[in-house]
């Protein structure tokens, strides 16, 4: 069984920038597809970034150009760097691996955008 465990959240002023982390356990990590997703009180969870075990990515339009995810397979390590954070993206955000449909959740880490 997988696990995961993200950190990095906070509280962040307009503008400002995080870095997310997750930490995968397990040996199936740098063959499967990540992602991160995430959600607003009120709201469904939604997707903000991933990142396939070739390293193809794709964004969210809200997120395009601010947000970046990336990799670190021989660490098991799953990043997500965010710039430019508005108060939208407040959210608990959430790590995801996918594989063979075969999917896990992290626990989450609070993001807070706010002046």
């Known amino acids: 069984q997988v696990q995961l465990v993200e950190s990095g959240g906070g509280l962040v002023q307009p503008g400002g920038s995080l870095r997310l982390s997750c930490a995968a356990s397990?040996?199936?990590?740098?063959?499967?597809?990540m992602g991160w997703y995430r959600q607003a009180p009120g709201t469904q969870r939604e997707l903000v970034a991933t990142?396939?075990?070739?390293?193809?990515?794709n964004y969210a339009d809200s997120v395009k150009g601010r947000f970046t995810i990336s990799r670190d397979n021989a660490k098991n390590m799953v990043y997500l760097q965010m710039n430019s954070l508005k108060p939208d993206d407040t959210a608990v955000y959430y790590c995801?691996?996918?594989?063979?449909?075969?999917?896990?959740w992290g626990q989450g880490t609070q993001v807070t955008v706010s002046s």
């Open positions: 995801h691996l996918d594989f063979r449909n075969l999917g896990s």
């Open positions: 397990g040996s199936i990590f740098s063959r499967s597809a």
């Open positions: 990142i396939t075990s070739d390293y193809y990515t």
